[in-house]
């Protein structure tokens, strides 16, 4: 089993930055993809970017230029700058090892004036 604990979510100014954090721990071999969804109240649950042990990266559009996902041993972030309303929601972080994903419990971002 892994287990993730995500932090760094919370209330933002539009315009402003807020950096996740997930920590993966447990019985961790070999993690080929990290990565970070969202869901927003009424929408879909969307990838927003991903990272893989290569370090090579994904993103969604509405994303692109704004957020850099980043994974240091087994622990993946997300830097979120120039912040939208539109970003508000639930980020989830996802790992993936060996077929088997694991979800963390998830973190409000509120983006709002």
């Known amino acids: 089993q892994v287990q993730l604990v995500e932090s760094g979510g919370g209330l933002v100014q539009p315009g402003g930055s807020l950096r996740l954090s997930c920590a993966a721990s447990g019985t961790i071999y070999s993690i080929h993809f990290m990565g970070w969804y969202r869901q927003a109240p009424g929408k879909e649950r969307e990838l927003v970017a991903i990272i893989t042990s290569n370090d090579n990266t994904n993103y969604v559009d509405s994303v692109k230029g704004r957020f850099t996902i980043s994974r240091d041993k087994n622990t993946v972030y997300l830097q979120m700058n120039s912040l939208k309303p539109e970003d508000t929601a639930i980020y989830l972080c996802?790992?993936?090892?060996?077929?088997?994903?694991?979800w963390g419990q998830g973190t409000q971002v509120t983006v709002s004036s």
């Open positions: 996802n790992v993936q090892q060996y077929g088997v994903t694991y």
